[in-house]
């Protein structure tokens, strides 16, 4: 489902949720009854294996607060499950649900490559990513340096007027500017548009929505197992129906996520509309400029293509506010991590910062940080800037340790089995190879256990290290080695004799950040160059030092920051910032 789709159809199906009674005193009928039980049966699924080892089951209703894996707070229970249990586990859900928490490398390789049509993502996903693919390759990334790096300088420009204005050092929130500059990247480059002037003090409609949208989907992590029950329900209620319960619901979040997906809607659609009438008149003009951003090339595919070919402007508004959201908030997180990181380990900043200086000089000693120098230097493009091996390892060890996303879902569509990397001991002492998974049963894929999984990534995989993605010679390593174990000199590297299950099956340097498979996140590449492109910037010109207040990370659906004593004020990463020599 794609994002608009399912944050209208989230929205109303909590809505009813939160009215189940007055329905249920409306209606009160034997029929009704007799569904739910029916519904209440189709969403429990027990798992297949009695003596699967987990955490000591709650009860949501008594403890009145939802299992530890829910949990904004608790990034450290997602850390250490692959200390606390071997490789798979059990976990409950609502009404006895048992679902399947996976860290293990072979069982992650089963789900998301082996066998990805049996854990399928619904049909919209699907038609999604094949209409998407094309424009995230690097060759179409290459592109995109040129309209992007002019809003980076803004993004520094911008900086440099606060500093000027004020103290020579100052507390600037990073993670708000990251993520209005990540949205500008995906408005331009994505749609040949602008949706943020990136002007201080001048906060768009669009960005203050965007920006309440995971938190506002984060508080409704518990009603959120409550939607395959709703589902039957909503899909047979009159739109009218359907509006009113948005509209009136008694939960301020379903009534706030509808307007969230109502404006996200108005400004996708005006969005197209302006696009289409542009793509229609540069078609007419066949000497005409045709513009090369995703959306031009997609409605000029459409327009020029077969009839039975198209997509219909629903789907097409969907892609956009999908793009919109997912570009924005996963890249703010990723930077305001990177950003924290560097202004923790001032060493490897200045190593950086010096990386990035010599970069903008080529052939030259100095590193450019002078008024008179200034002319030498070179605008960025994208073979450059990608192959900088300290931001790149940099790149590469924020997103292991940090990833935005903790963890996805996956359903089985029928019942399958899972072999593990490594047997593990079941409650009754007896040894477990195979895992038997049953029909709609649900299965977590634990990204950032993976990515903390001491038995791939070493003893020190709970530390931030970017050496570890360096050779001696501080030049960048392969970063799709057969075993992590050979990028840390533990093992002779073997190239095809490893077996590409031992390891973990994901897209980006053998992490799990961006998931695996045929189903990984399609705009990998769109993140790493933006925020590769937002830090260079960013560090170049300015050091960054930690704030006075502490920062916490709530886990959401993707992470963000908050002051702590202040986390009603949303998400923000306050750094000290000053003028780097």
């Known amino acids: 489902m794609i994002l608009l789709d399912f944050l209208k159809t989230y929205a ?4 009813i949720v939160s009215s189940a009674l007055d329905i249920l005193a409306l209606a009160s009928s034997a029929a009704l009854i007799w569904g739910a039980y029916r519904a209440f049966k189709r969403i429990s699924v027990k798992s297949l294996v009695r003596n699967l080892p987990g955490p000591k089951s709650a009860s949501w209703f008594a403890d009145r607060k939802p299992p530890e894996i829910y949990d904004v ?23 006895g649900d048992e679902q399947l928490y996976i860290t293990d490398s072979r069982a992650m390789h089963h789900v998301l490559v082996k066998e990805q049509a049996i854990f399928e993502e619904p049909q919209s996903l699907l038609k999604q990513r094949k209409a998407l693919n094309p424009f995230f390759t690097a060759n179409h990334m290459r592109g995109l340096v040129p309209i992007f790096w002019p809003i980076t300088k803004k993004l520094v420009s911008v900086f440099d007027v606060k500093l000027a204005a004020g103290a020579p050092e100052q507390e600037i929130n990073v993670h708000g500017w990251a993520g209005r500059t990540a ?16 002007v201080d003090g001048e906060t768009g409609s669009f960005t203050k929505l965007a920006k309440e949208m995971v938190p506002t989907l984060s508080r409704m992590h518990v009603a959120m197992q409550l939607l395959p029950l709703a589902q039957p329900l909503f899909t047979r209620l009159p739109a009218p129906l359907r509006n009113f319960l948005l509209d009136y619901s008694p939960f301020p979040s379903v009534r706030k996520l509808k307007t969230i ?29 045709r513009g090369r951003d995703i959306l031009s090339v997609l409605l000029r595919a459409q327009l020029e293509g077969p009839a039975d070919e198209r997509l219909p402007d629903g789907e097409v508004i969907g892609h956009i506010t999908t793009l919109i959201f997912a570009a924005q908030d996963t890249t703010s997180s990723a930077i305001a991590r ?16 010096k990386e990035i200086r010599r970069a903008r000089c080529p052939g030259s ?49 029928q019942p399958t089995t899972l072999p593990l990397r490594h047997a593990l001991n079941g409650t009754d002492g007896r040894p477990i190879d195979v895992i038997p998974v049953a029909k709609n049963q649900g299965v977590v894929i634990g990204i950032a256990a993976a990515n903390r999984d001491e038995s791939v990534w070493g003893a020190d995989a709970w530390e931030w290290k970017p050496e570890r993605w360096l050779d001696g010679a501080g030049q960048a390593v ?65 050091a960054f030092a930690p704030p006075e207040e502490e920062i916490v990370w709530n886990m959401n659906h993707i992470a963000a920051p908050a002051v702590k004593g202040r986390e009603g004020e949303g998400a923000q990463m306050p750094l000290k910032v000053s003028i780097a020599t």
């Open 73 to 95: 707070l608790n990034f450290r229970w997602h850390h250490e499950a692959t200390r606390k249990y071997e490789g798979i586990f059990q976990i409950k859900g609502m009404f």
């Open 12 to 15: 109303a199906e909590l809505a």
């Open 365 to 413: 000693d100095v590193d450019c940080n002078t008024e008179e120098e200034e002319s030498r230097k070179q605008e960025w493009e994208y073979d450059a800037l990608m192959r900088l091996p300290y931001l790149d390892a940099i790149a590469r060890e924020t997103l292991r340790l940090h990833s935005p996303v903790s963890w996805i879902w996956r359903i089985a569509r």
């Open 183 to 198: 949205l500008e990247f995906i408005a331009q480059g994505g749609f040949g548009t602008s949706l943020d002037s990136m």
């Open 261 to 289: 997906a109502d404006s996200l809607e108005a400004t996708s659609r005006a969005v197209l509309e302006s696009k289409k009438a542009e793509v229609l008149a540069q078609i007419d003009d066949a000497k005409g400029e």
């Open 478 to 542: 392969d970063a799709d080695v057969e075993d992590r174990g050979a990028m840390r000199g533990e093992i002779e590297r073997k190239p095809g004799v490893m077996d590409p299950e031992v390891r973990y099956p994901g897209v980006y340097s053998g992490m799990m950040t961006f998931s695996g498979g045929g189903r990984s996140c399609i705009g990998f590449k769109f993140a790493l160059l933006s925020l590769k492109l937002i830090v260079a910037g960013l560090v170049e010109k300015f």
């Open 338 to 353: 990177i950003l924290q990181m560097l202004a923790l380990h001032p060493a490897a900043q200045d190593r950086l910062r």
